[in-house]
């Protein structure tokens, strides 16, 4: 089974070649979305950030049930280093734990080719060294110029320049992805461009 990992800054496009990818029978596994899945009730994080940050990150669900409210914990890790080196310390093995069953059960289920589609591929080690042996054996970086990325991060999200600019700056940048990439896709074109690219880097993937 070959294992893909896909990564790319905000505005650059790497949700829209995941589902390229897909378009040609690629996997998807959402890495970004295991990681929001690990710190729901029952994850397997739930009860570890919890301990580590307190009740004071909780709040109350429609069903009445304790859930981690994301808007208490993000001022409490982002923009402060060692309070999200704690919280990576609980959730990444969660996530790696989570990723592994699905990758077992890709390979059960006969996929030949999976994508990690992972916002911090570089900035972590998430989708390697699992238990199972399977990680990804190949790098795929999508990138775009910073204005581009703004003016789409503006359109589609309705973000403001300034705030899409800081976003961008507080990423990892192209360069240090580009160092773990072994294909770079650059996406500053249109989609039809784009579809074009993706359609000849699938071959060097899937086989």
Known sequence: MRITGLCGGIGAGKSTVASLFADHDAWIIDVDQIG????EPGGR??????ELFGENILTTDEAGVA????????????????????????SHPAIN??????????????????????AVLVESNLGQDLPSGYGY?????????????????EGTRGMDP???AERIASQ?????????????????????????????????LSR
């Open 97 to 118: 734990a989570e990723l592994d069953d699905q990758l077992v059960a890709a390979a059960a289920a006969g996929h030949a080719w999976v994508v990690l589609d992972m």
């Open 172 to 204: 990892t940048d192209d360069e240090t992805r580009r160092d773990v990439a072994d294909i770079v896709v650059t996406n500053n074109g249109d989609l039809a461009e784009l579809t074009a690219a993706v359609a000849a880097i699938v071959p060097m």
């Open 67 to 90: 859930v981690i409210d994301r808007t208490k914990l993000a001022p409490i890790v982002f923009g402060h280093p060692a309070q999200l080196e704690r919280l990576e310390a609980v």
């Open 45 to 50: 994080a739930f009860d570890g950030v919890v």
């Open 162 to 164: 300034v705030d899409a």
């Open 137 to 153: 054996d190949t790098v795929v970086v999508v990138e775009a110029s910073t204005p581009i990325r703004i003016e789409r991060l």
């Open 36 to 39: 929001r899945q690990v710190i």
